[in-house]
């Protein structure tokens, strides 16, 4: 009789997909993001590359080589200009204004100032060691800790003949001087450490870091609006989902036959219902942000203008993301199915669940055709940059243009409904 009860459960598990696809394909589905996420760190080429602004105000052989090793470090990709290609294009060396601009924007999380005075400094010399300013983006709070990181690293291995030579005239100076045969020898042994500095095989002194938040550091409570842009946008994808569902029983009640023999067409229904699930998500998003600013001192009142913009591009793209989601599937089940897959994948990928920019460089990409990638983009460049709203055009054009997208396609699918 046990074996009897389970076939039979099965065997119905077997004849609903829904319940099929929740039980194996989105765990699956789900396995392979965040292993691809965390599972990387094991291999270092596939972690994600920082990226790094680098003004050299020294501009001596010494400085050169310590930003050339830079360079060669697998964790940067090291930046001499204010754009992606390499040093040396015929673009304007970034400066320390520059530099900071590029931090501000979002271009770069992370910029690196070597001071004048680098150079003669560094090594083990009478003086304390020079300092390299870290210009941060707080909003990315590992880059500033991994770079001082490699920064120390650097130091201490790319110039070992430097911090030799600074030893050597260190001990000269006390010693009285050494003889023309000592200094032969010992010019010798500095040629052989240059020459192993190029692999790094060789070690020697450190640098001061000094790490400076130019973006945050006049934010009462910042990660509120990540949070809040995040799980908002994946709610308001599931409220669009289930809402759109309703138009599913009005197909299945006989009420929509009855709606278009009227003069209401598809094309109006449509409209009136992405017009209602609209309002409905702007709804949402409100409620929530000024939860966030009564709760967790969300900076929401000095923001409302590209608030509102944010949220009603976002809206827009996830109502009719859902109107079509509904369109497509062919009962209530379905949709249940398809939506808690899609919206959930979205979701992972777009960073609504785990930051994007702790992701390798490859899903960062892939998460870029999600609604909530951009939707989670513009409101950090509101509530957390301060941007204009015209510097929210990229956002809000890539969310209204997949609003478009995802309607048009909604109404032709739904044409099935208007011949049947």
Known sequence: MILAVARNRFMNLRRDRAALVLSFVLPVAFFTIFAGVFASGANRSATRKIRVAVVDQDGTENSRRFVEALRRDAALTVLSGPSARAAGAGLPPFTERTAEAAVRSGDVPVALVVPAGFGARVGVGPGPPPTVRVLSDSADPVAPQMVAGVLQKTAMSAMPDVVARSGMDA???MAGGLT?????????????????SASGAASGGGVDVDVVDVVGEKKKNPTVAFYAAGLGVMFLLFTAAGAGGALIEEVESGTLDRILSTRVSMGRFLGGKLFYLTVLAVTQLAVMFLWGALLFRLELFDHLPGFFVMAIASALACSAFGLLLAAICRSRMQLVALSNLLILLMSALGGSMFPRFLMPESMQRIGLVTINAW????????????EPIVNLWPQVAFLLAAALLFFTAARRVARRWEVS
């Open 180 to 196: 023309p045969a000592q200094r032969s020898a010992m010019e010798a042994g500095l040629a052989a450490l240059k020459d192993q």
């Open 171 to 173: 001990f000269a100076r």
């Open 375 to 386: 939707a989670i983009d513009g409101f950090q460049k509101v509530f957390w940059r301060d």
